[in-house]
């Protein structure tokens, strides 16, 4: 675990921001299909309930390796109950169900000999609203090293480090790490969820909405932040916000009253959509 | 229209007048059980009160020693007994909060609360007094612990169901297991609060008397064994208080008004230490 996301922090971006840097290129063929070896989460004809309500139709999607995909649509489309199926988030919700499969590396995640505890290391998440828990900033990043065991101080500290490092946020907390994160303001605090999750160096990262309660400022640092991670991490944000979902996203999936109605290369949802409703959403005609 | 208008702002000022009157018809008998216990009390209360033993009846003097030793070790068995079982049951209240089990449990709750401390003193009394055929503290210890298990069973509940949602999500996606989740995150966040019920609860039962005229009943002598009968203040204060002695008497409002300050600092702690942990959550 430990050497693994040594070589992840010391390994260099290998281009600048496309964000940043203003330009948007894409291989045309690039969005069609995924090679097999690409594929880290694969989705089929998956439905959810909750009790007789059924609020996912049938979602079948490819999510491929460190990139970054965004699911948009309107509210109440499904687009959340979608990704916290991902990690089994809506287990405890009494009455919901799933059905069909989700594979995570060929794995189904609601295979009967999946550790949903196991699943959920390996599957980060951060949520909409941020949720440090009420202890200290050090305690709050290393609370999944010491669930998952460690208890040595000095890879505690060197880890607690690297995944503040890696969340941009060191260097506005390295001399308060046992202040209490309550005391850090909204933004930072969400970056230090995202540090909480990287902690335990997971494959997946599950984003709902994860700039939503942000300012500007906040969500321009969680923007670059997201395309900084997918170098080493598969990605799956939920954003409300069509630019964002354009800034951060590779492939977009764009859902509706709980189907996907389009997934593709971010650019064809974006310029070229072949769906009329995609287009009416993207360019604002509804939603 | 500026009749309609000054018919509302009249009934307003009346009601507002009636929550006013409520409020004090509340506070005067408070303040004046407070008036009566200090000034009767206060001047009774000297050194030997702490220090001494009760003296035989006719001799004038000594003090209450054995009784503030009896109820610290009442209150603490009690505590002993009721804080594990009211909190465990209360977290399995809150997370299970729906199933048939739960609802049972909730209700046994709210009827264990209601029921008159007398009668948990009976049932002290035959499980615990008679088949050893000898009053003891424990017995009196399990009686007051049995009056506090439901007020511990249900603040628990209700201040873990107001630790946010969010805390738990964060914490199961982290890998936690449900049952670390709840010790590790929701259980911490809600503690202020479950300490100050713990304390309010030991508050309550440390002025019940009926529960252990029949349990721990009394002891005229030094005694901290649990297998013996054992002193409180309570009991001690009812039996000064209807005997026909002035100097027990003027014992009994000593033993009152300690009573009441013990409460008092017990509220009072409680207070602070909700204060200082969620200072110490927040900054």
């Known amino acids: ?21 203003g330009e948007k290129v894409a291989k045309p063929d690039e969005g069609a299909t995924l090679a097999q070896s690409e594929i880290k989460i694969s989705v089929r004809d998956f439905d959810f309930f909750y009790g007789t309500a059924k609020v996912l139709h049938g979602i ?19 687009k959340s109950t979608f990704i916290r199926s991902i990690n089994r988030m809506n287990d405890i919700i009494t009455d919901a169900r799933g059905k069909g499969t989700i594979l995570i590396d060929g794995q189904d995640v ?53 995944s503040l490092t890696r969340a941009a946020l060191w260097h506005e907390v390295k001399d308060r790490l046992h202040a ?29 909405e994860p700039a939503s309660a942000l300012d500007p400022i906040a969500t321009s640092k969680i923007e670059e932040l997201i395309y900084e991670l997918k170098d080493n991490y598969t990605i799956v944000i939920v954003t409300h916000n069509m630019q964002q979902a354009a800034r951060v996203s590779d492939r977009t999936a764009f859902f509706m009253l709980g189907r996907v109605v389009e997934y593709a290369e971010t650019n064809t949802i974006f310029m ?16 | 229209m500026t009749a309609n208008l000054r018919r509302r702002k009249v009934y307003s000022g009346l009601f507002e007048a009636l929550c006013a009157l409520a409020v004090i018809v509340a506070l005067i008998p408070l303040a ?68 048939k089990f739960s609802s049972i449990v909730r209700f046994s709750a709210d009827v264990l609360n209601g029921v008159p401390s007398i009668v948990v003193g009976i049932f002290a009394y035959g499980i615990l007094v008679l088949p050893v055929k000898r009053f003891s503290a424990i017995a009196g210890g399990v009686a007051l612990g049995l009056l506090m298990i ?13 630790v946010p949602g969010g805390l738990r999500e964060g914490a199961l996606a982290l890998g936690a297991t449900r049952g670390r989740a709840v010790f590790s995150v929701i259980v911490p966040a809600a503690l202020p609060g479950i300490l100050t019920g713990i304390l309010v609860a030991l508050a309550r039962v440390a002025g019940e008397t009926a529960p252990l005229l029949f349990t721990a009943f009394n002891n005229r002598f ?33 033993g009152a008004f300690l009573l009441v300050m013990m409460i008092l600092a017990l509220s009072i702690l409680a207070r602070l230490a909700v204060r200082r942990l969620e200072r110490m959550n927040r900054s």
């Not at chain 1, 675990?1 to 840097?21: G, H, I, K, N, Y």
């Not at chain 1, 070229?272 to 939603?287: L, W």
């Not at chain 2, 005694?223 to 204060?237: C, E, K």
């Open chain 1, 1 to 21: 675990m430990t050497s693994s996301l040594t070589t992840d922090v010391t390994r260099e971006s290998p281009s600048p921001p496309r964000f940043l840097a």
């Open chain 1, 60 to 78: 079948s999607l490819e999510i491929p390796a460190r990139k970054v995909t965004a699911l948009i649509g309107p509210s109440g489309c499904g």
């Open chain 1, 110 to 162: 609601y295979g009967s000999n999946t550790d949903v505890v196991e699943l959920r290391r390996r599957v980060g998440m951060v949520f909409q609203k941020s949720n440090p828990f009420p202890k200290s900033i050090y305690d709050n990043v290393a609370y999944g090293l010491r669930i998952g065991g460690m208890r040595n101080k000095r890879q505690l500290d060197d880890i607690i480090e690297r």
């Open chain 1, 180 to 208: 209490s994160a309550l005391a850090l303001s909204g933004g930072q605090q969400q970056r230090l969820c995202i540090a909480r999750a990287l902690a335990v160096d997971p494959e997946i990262l599950l984003m709902d």
């Open chain 1, 272 to 287: 070229n959509p072949k769906e009329k409703m995609t287009e009416d959403y993207v360019t604002g005609r509804f939603g």
């Open chain 2, 32 to 99: 004046m059980i407070l008036f009566y216990v200090v000034k009767e009390g206060f001047g009774a209360l000297n050194v030997d009160f702490f220090t001494h033993m009760p003296k035989p009846v006719g001799e004038s003097g000594g003090g209450m020693a054995n009784a503030i030793a009896g109820t610290f070790i009442l209150i603490c068995i009690a505590a002993a007994f009721a804080v594990p079982v009211g909190c465990l049951c209360g977290i399995h209240l809150s997370e299970y909060p729906g199933t």
């Open chain 2, 150 to 162: 439901p007020i511990v069973v249900r603040t628990t509940e209700e201040l873990l169901r107001l």
């Open chain 2, 222 to 254: 030094w005694s901290t064994s649990l297998t013996q009968p054992i002193a409180s203040l309570t009991v001690q204060v009812f039996t000064y208080a209807i005997s026909p002695y002035d100097d027990w008497h003027r014992q009994a409002w000593a």
